[in-house]
């Protein structure tokens, strides 16, 4: 079955960074777009950046928000998705979550939780 799990959360100080995994197995991983989501205290969960698969070139796509801090990657090798968070706002608060692009109802875990903070 799918089993996606997020880690690297943390509590860091206003621009700070941290570098976000997760790793999958029981999918296709190197051909699925894939996502990193966001669920903030009160708020819906978002999508915070994606990356196409394998067939599609690994094409980027980020929300408005965290475009030129954020960068989303892959390691099609290593069945692993990264989301590397640089200048971290307090708004960027969350519990943050991969799933596949669009997303899975199987494919929701713990998520990883990163509080920005001083």
């Known amino acids: 079955q799918v089993r996606l799990v997020e880690s690297g959360g943390a509590l860091v100080q206003p621009g700070g960074s941290l570098r976000l995994s997760c790793a999958a197995s029981g999918i296709i991983f190197s051909v699925d777009a894939m996502g990193w989501y966001r669920q903030a205290p009160g708020k819906e969960r978002e999508l915070v950046a994606g990356?196409?698969?394998?067939?599609?070139?690994?094409?980027?796509n980020y929300a408005d928000s965290v475009k030129g801090r954020f960068t989303i990657s892959r390691d099609n090798a290593k069945n692993t998705v990264y989301l590397q968070m640089n200048s971290l706002k307090p708004d960027d608060t969350a519990v943050y979550y991969c799933?596949?692009?669009?997303?899975?109802?199987?494919?929701w875990g713990q998520g990883t939780q990163v509080t920005v903070s001083s």
């Open positions: 799933n596949t692009y669009p997303p899975m109802l199987s494919g």
């Open positions: 990356i196409t698969g394998i067939t599609s070139g690994g094409i980027t």
